[in-house]
């Protein structure tokens, strides 16, 4: 028998994780996949490069919810979502992550006894300023299964009380990351776009609320970069929250490159040029790992503690990196998106 699955995308990490996973779920005879687009992330940089470099089936129904508040946002999300629920009678609402998009999905499907699948399940910052965590943990608790990238994952949902239908399946940030980096080799010009052939280099991306939204912990942000372009030129993809940030404040770090943002390709191959990341985003602080550069996370904790732990990775607030350095086995071996699958189907087997 097939089954539907309908996933739910909206911002830029999602694109990117449902890729890895719809060209599974394209291959599997008995599944059938309908995107819906929430219109969260819109620009075409943030957004249409995506689909396209990346091959994600077009849309099945495509929203504009970009911008706004977060409760106008993630409202409107969840009233679309749920009459495309109401008509198209999926199986299962498929949502990644820890958005306002996967918080509209994960709701509306629940309220309707849809049984939500959650990949990137059991991340915690158990810091609850920020959107993310809260959307995250609502997630968790209506999900029915919650595939986790970690074990800390599984071990964070066990202390809520959540065990079944929990797995450790890897992640599928890897998976796309390892296609990224074979297929940037020939589709990537920006090392010559951007005049970057033989320098040295860091790669910054910087859009926290947290981060933005607070004059000062921005300014000293922006003072970090500046001490870090001292010495190395910075490389700087601006997100849209932040490029509106820095224009309201006149702000104009010395010493960084300012680019628009980029598309997949074109980031992996300058990750692979870099001696070193900083980054306040949760896919850049492994994908620094996946090249095996070091990376310096500006923020006051993170969710995948395994980077810091294993030596890769430290926060701005931390002196250096733990030494020695070693691999991590968590994030698997680009099997992730298979063993997600897998978990579906088996799940789905089970479901009237
Ligand atoms: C969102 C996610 C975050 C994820 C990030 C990836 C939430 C709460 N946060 O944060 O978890 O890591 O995406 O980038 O869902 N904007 C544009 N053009 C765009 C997209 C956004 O101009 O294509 C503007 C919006 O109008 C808004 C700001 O940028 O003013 C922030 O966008 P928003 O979707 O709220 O959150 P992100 O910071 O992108």
Redesign the pocket.
């Known amino acids: 028998m097939t089954r539907t699955i309908l996933t739910v995308v909206g ?3 999602q694109f990117i994780k449902a890729a890895a996973v719809s060209r599974v779920i394209a291959d599997r005879p008995n599944l059938n996949e309908l995107i819906v687009h929430t219109g ?4 075409p940089g ?2 249409d490069v995506f689909f396209d470099e990346l091959g994600i089936p077009v849309p099945a129904r495509r929203y504009e919810f ?2 706004g508040t ?1 409760g106008a946002m993630t409202g409107k999300m969840l009233a679309a979502i749920e009459d495309a629920l109401v008509e198209d009678k999926p199986d299962a609402v498929l949502v990644y ?5 996967t918080l509209a999905g994960a709701l509306a499907a629940a309220k309707l006894h849809i049984p939500v699948i959650h990949i990137e399940a059991g991340l915690r910052s158990f810091n609850r300023r920020m ?2 965590e809260i ?1 995250r943990v609502m997630a968790d608790h209506l999900s029915a299964l919650l595939l986790c990238p970690t074990q800390t994952g599984v071990d964070n949902l066990k202390a809520e009380g959540i065990i079944k239908g929990v797995h450790a399946v890897g992640d599928v940030m890897h998976d796309a990351t390892l296609y990224a980096i074979e297929q940037s080799k020939a589709k990537s010009d920006v090392i010559d776009k951007l005049d970057l052939k033989g320098r040295d280099y860091e790669v910054c991306t910087l ?1 926290r ?1 947290e981060n933005t939204d607070d004059v000062e912990r921005f300014a000293l942000i922006i003072a970090f970069l500046e001490k870090q372009a001292e010495e190395r030129l910075v490389v700087f993809p601006v ?3 932040t490029r ?1 940030v820095m224009a309201e404040r006149g702000i104009t770090p010395k010493g960084v490159m300012q680019v628009d943002p980029m598309g997949y390709f074109d980031l992996h191959r300058l990750l692979a040029g870099s001696s070193l990341v900083l980054t306040d ?2 896919g850049l602080q492994k994908e620094a790992y996946f090249h095996r550069k070091p990376a310096i996370t500006m923020r006051d904790e993170t969710e995948w503690v395994e980077t810091v732990e294993a030596g890769w990775n430290r926060l701005w607030t931390q002196d250096d990196w733990i030494s020695p350095r070693h691999e991590i086995p968590d994030y698997g071996q680009g099997d992730a998106a298979d063993r997600s699958v897998d978990a579906i189907e088996t799940f789905l087997a089970g479901v009237n």
């Open positions: 911002a830029r990490p969260q992330h819109y620009d943030m957004s970009g911008g977060h992550g820890d958005t306002n998009s959107p993310e959307n859009h609320a997100h849209p929250r509106k985003s949760g």
